[in-house]
């Protein structure tokens, strides 16, 4: 008999905190959303199934693309998520048994949670993330080459779009000129595909991890010293001191770039963080000591809740806090030069922390 | 030089090559730069070693990441300092990384250029001395004929600021923004006799290079202070200090030339005024001059030391007057100065107060540094007026070299003249001759000396006497008979009263 990983009301607090750590900074807004996955839940719970659960069934992948800034100020309808699998169900001609996250990292950590209730799917405990990541080509399957079409984006204006035969790198770039011609964010569902098939090249068990990380968190108490940190959620703190300077430069890409540096109050060493939309990459007195797909989080030195770029200012005592990434990225360089630094623009190799140690 | 040795990276902050160098970063602590590697950009490969100046051609943008990469690699090699392109600050997480590493990062506007700099200094020291020389020689060519001209040349030419200053420290023309005293002290360890250029440390690094510079039998020195030791930079400038000393001893020449040639010319004038013969060419000479022969004149008669050099230090003369608010014609004349103030009504009695005031104190300066004494002549009118002034200031200025205790300085007014005629009794003539005229009243009872004083200065009133001493007229009366009875003399004929009254003075005075 499989265990089954449940979600229930009370287990809420903890995912927002997990999926704000798997989302290094990015990832969107996930304490927002989950206002709405607690009202949809209700007294009710998720099965978060494993993939031999529903080894049967067809799966689809979804979750919100898009700004997230726009998604605060033009609130979802309540039809996205839904309309956006069955948009692709009914194009792809075939019916899904089951939903999954596309990303567990940050808001679309809830937001698959939320299709399965709104669908009425089970949920399938697995992404194609396994954290956050800003782009669509980055998505497990597009880098083991599975297809990402035909796929539906719902927009809050109602109005959909099917892409199908259609590349990764193109589709993401298409997407984005939809959205920044419309709301700015729409629902997202990939093609359904049998699981097998699906989790072949996904991430599993990748909102248990989150709820895992958040429930060790919420163990940390008020201002944890370093040690615990590292202890509890098994990773390292790489300076814990003082902000004091943020600053956003550019475009590298399609998204600005920036960075924040830290001063470790006892050692002095100065930890400098470059940015994207998630934290990309640390480095201690100038040596790159970690980077991407390994987990960056700034926590507040106070209440050790994960601080998102956009919330960090100067002054603030934070912890910056490294978290091994998912494995599954790590696992050949192939995967690993799709999520790396360089795929960023940063000219260095990953650092992670596995593989230094 | 020794050619391995390395550059103080403060020395080359201050140098004229690296003038737009700027510290972006780092400890403020020295380093010694023994080497220059110029790369791409940030991401390069350093190609450095220790002690290294690490130049880095594109790295503009202070925002890569790969900045702070670069000095964390830098840092580990021992690289001495980095250098960036333009002179924009840098990101305070680049600043706080480069004081953590104590590495400094400098900002260049020009990488190649400065860059080379260090190569050239670290590497041909000798080219750097034969070009500073040759730039020097040319400076010295083809500058202006006064020193000023020169020195502004010169200073140019090297890069830093180089001043003409006498044995005792004074600045006397060009630029010297350092410590005065700290200079004088220094050159008063150093002879002017050995030939050649030498460098002398006045404080907290800071360096004097000096070079004798002979003229007329006196010496100065030209001097270009370097805020930091350059070893390269400072042997060359000392080689292109003795050309520039050339340069300015030749100028130096000229300006005597000139300076002679002009006192000769005063000095002629002069003599046919205080002749009172006036030719109309000379008339036309003294307004040629600026002399003004017509109104009222003040003659001042300046002594100096013997063997000053009263051409030389003329201008020293007229500086000093002129600081005293006084502009007079002056003239080197015999063994000092004769000089003379002019104006065009006669000036009244509070006038001439003020000016003899303030000549006072003029020679209250000019003693300290030329150990003048000076006589000052009443004021006569027009063109003889001045021979006639001038010649009470020469015997004024005669008796003032003698009295230290009104400051060598007598002025011929009213009171003057009888301290003129006293001062005349004081002589060695006199003296003797009064004191024997006296004799026979020395120990005489009685207080006879100062009786007689007393006496004739009330008139010959034997009440007004009796009062001055506080003694009884009839003591007065039989006293001065006594006197008359043990000189010899009749107090009734004027000449012996004159001859007696002097002989008391100078006998009370002395």
Known sequence: ?357 | VNATSGIWLGAMISHPQWIRVRRLAGADQDVDIKAANLIRDVGSDLGAGPGSLLAVMYSADRDDWRLDSLLNRAHTIGVAAVMIEDESPVRRSTHALADRLKLPVLGSPDIVGSYQAVQHILAQPRVIMADLVLRVLTAGRQSGPSVDAALEAISAALGRPTALVDVHGTLLGGVFDGDVEALAGALARESTQDFGAREVGLHDGVLAIVCPVHSAGTSAWITTLIPRELPTESHAIGSALMAASAALEQRLADARLHLERDARQRASLLGEIVQGSISDASRRRALDLGWQLDGWHTGIRIGVAPGVDLAGRRSEVVRTLAAAGLDPVVVEHGDGYAAWLSCTQEPSAKQVQDTAAALRSAQHHLFTTLSTHMGVGRVHPGPEGIGQSLSEARDAAQLARSRPESGRFLHVDRLGLAQLLLAWTRTDTFQPAAHALLAPLQRQPGDLINTLAAYLDSESSLADTAAILGIHRNTVSSRIARIESLLGVDLSVPDDRLALHLACRTSIMT
């Open chain 1, 1 to 357: 008999v499989t265990k089954v990983s449940v979600l229930k009301a009370q287990d809420i607090d903890a995912l927002v905190v997990g999926v704000e750590l798997l989302g290094s900074g990015g990832g969107g807004d996930a304490a927002t959303f989950a206002r709405v996955l607690r009202r949809r839940l209700g007294d009710g719970r998720i099965d978060l199934h494993t993939p031999a659960d529903l080894a049967e069934g067809v799966v689809v992948p979804v979750g919100v693309v898009g700004s997230i800034s726009v998604f605060l100020e033009k609130l979802p309808s309540g039809e996205e998520l839904a309309g956006a699998v069955n948009a692709v169900c009914r194009w792809a001609g075939v019916q899904a048994t089951a939903v999954m996250s596309l990303e567990a990292g940050g808001l679309n950590g809830i937001t698959g949670l939320v299709a399965s209730l709104d669908v009425g799917l089970p949920f399938l405990d697995a992404d194609l993330m396994g954290r956050a990541l800003p782009r669509l080509d980055q998505f497990s399957w597009a880098v083991e080459g599975l297809p990402l079409t035909p796929c539906a984006l719902y927009e809050p204006g109602g109005q959909i779009v099917v892409f199908d035969s259609v590349s990764p790198s193109r589709l993401e770039r298409a997407v984005r000129v939809f959205l920044s011609q419309t709301g700015g964010w729409g629902a997202l569902a990939l093609p359904p595909l049998p699981v097998p098939t699906a989790v072949s090249a996904a991430l599993t068990g990748s909102i248990s991890r989150a709820l895992e990380l958040g429930r060790a968190h919420s163990q940390l108490g008020e201002t944890p010293l370093s040690d615990a940190v590292e202890r509890v959620l098994g990773g390292r703190v790489l300076a814990d001191g003082r902000v004091i300077e943020v600053s956003r430069h550019g475009n590298a890409g399609a998204f600005a770039r920036g960075s924040t540096t830290v001063i470790d109050s006892q050692s002095r060493a100065v930890v400098r963080i470059e940015t994207e939309n998630e934290y990309l990459l640390a480095l201690v007195d100038g040596r790159v000591e970690v980077s991407t797909p390994d987990l960056l989080c700034l926590l507040d030195r106070r209440t050790a809740r994960p601080l998102a770029i956009d919330q960090v200012r100067t002054g603030d005592e934070v912890l910056v806090v490294a978290l091994p990434g998912p494995s599954w990225w790590a696992e050949n360089e192939h995967r690993l030069a799709a999520v790396g630094p360089s795929s960023f623009g940063l000219n260095t190799d990953a650092m992670l922390l596995e593989t230094r140690s």
